[in-house]
């Protein structure tokens, strides 16, 4: 089934730790994104791609970092984990059609 | 500035009632409009979207929604509402990579 793959589903990860959240789509969007979802705040975006090669900064992009390698997998990676990156994160993709999202990683940071 | 307003954090309604979930926003153009479904634990389900033509919508499950460029609305609206329908429910509007999500609406449902 066409769409986009996230991992871990579900995470508890000492402050300070290293942590890539991985993301994988085969529907060969151009385009991907990160977001994180908090109660209350919506959906705000963390790091965009347009296309393999090049990534952009969004509204919450401090404290994380993503590379786009090829067309199909956008990681996001949190250097040094802190509490306050306690969320939900989903990686989604886009074409002209919309935007399709992951199944989401719950990050929880103690 | 871009930005979507979902006016109800949480409504309740029973089984069979009709439904409508409120989304304005503010943007520089006439943007791609979206309704998005989150069920618990769940990612988000496109209910649908419009990006030109007729104003009145139709998307999976029963839902439609309108806009309404006067009022830069975009309700969505279902007219019998079943129990399967609680979820969270997500307004967008945008293009390209310039996308903003409502903070939702939480539906509850009555037997």
């Known amino acids: 089934i066409a769409g986009i793959t996230q991992a871990p589903t579900s995470q508890i990860l000492a402050a300070g730790r290293r942590m890539t959240l991985r993301c994988t789509q085969d529907?060969?969007?151009?385009?991907m994104y990160w977001y994180r979802q908090d109660l209350g705040l919506g959906l705000r975006l963390i790091h965009y791609?347009?296309?393999?090669?090049?990534?952009g900064k969004g509204e919450v992009p401090d404290g994380y970092s993503v590379s786009r390698a090829n067309t199909d997998d956008f990681p996001l990676t949190l250097a040094s984990a802190v509490p306050s990156q306690t969320s939900v994160y989903f990686c989604?993709?886009?074409?002209?059609?919309?935007?399709?999202f992951g199944s989401g990683t719950r990050l929880t940071v103690v | 500035a871009q930005s979507v307003t979902q006016p109800d954090i949480h409504i309740t309604v029973s089984e069979g009632a009709s439904l409508e979930l409120r989304c304005n926003y503010s943007?520089?153009?006439?943007?791609?409009l979206f309704w998005y479904v989150q069920s618990p634990g769940q990612g988000l389900q496109l209910l649908l979207k419009?990006?030109?033509?007729?104003?009145l919508v139709q998307g999976i499950k029963g839902f439609e929604a309108e806009f309404k460029r006067s009022q830069s609305s975009f309700n969505l609206r279902k007219p019998s509402v079943h129990w399967s329908d609680a979820a969270e429910y997500i307004c967008?509007?945008?293009?390209?990579?310039?996308?903003?999500f409502g903070p939702g609406t939480r539906l509850s449902v009555l037997p």
């Open positions: 943007y520089g153009a006439t943007p791609y």
């Open positions: 419009y990006f030109s033509g007729d104003t």
């Open positions: 791609s347009n296309t393999a090669g090049t990534t």
């Open positions: 529907m060969r969007h151009n385009a």
């Open positions: 989604a993709s886009s074409d002209s059609a919309g935007y399709t």
């Open positions: 967008a509007v945008g293009y390209a990579q310039n996308f903003v």
